[in-house]
């Protein structure tokens, strides 16, 4: 069974198990807390969850987590910042090669709860940018563009002592 968090149109995190793997009281994930909560069905270190818990881009962009990643718990925040990240480095480049200029990036992180271990780890993430692009050859840019040089001229004014 695969199953893929909602509600992001970028990185996301999934998770697939089979029946098989569902073998009680082994040591999955190292360095985890072998503490069952109550109410759940594994302490973090014997779940198949968080073990099985991958990640994958979901955008059309050239960037990293094209095909489904497994990190680990304790790394997931720090690559999907790095990952995100990489998503502003393309718009800044997007920008600069067709005319433009970014008026706003932001990277957003979610987080979520394990359903089988009560862990919390980072789920995915998502990206937002706004990039204006000017068109030089538009009639309006031309009078705007003129309008402004009348506007600034004089504003600044070198004196020599």
Known sequence: MTIQFPGSNDLYGSY????SEQS??????????????????????????CKNRKYKDGSDEMVSFKAATHISPQ??????RAHEQEHVSNAYKDAARNNGKVLQASVSIRTAVCPECGRSYVSGGTTSTQIKYYNEENPYQKDLKTADGLKYRGNNINVAC
């Open 16 to 19: 697939s198990t089979s029946d």
């Open 24 to 49: 009680g009281g082994a040591i999955r994930n190292a360095g985890a807390s072998t503490v069952k909560s109550p109410g759940r069905k594994s302490s973090p270190a014997e779940c198949e969850t």
């Open 75 to 80: 790394a997931a925040a720090s690559s999907v």
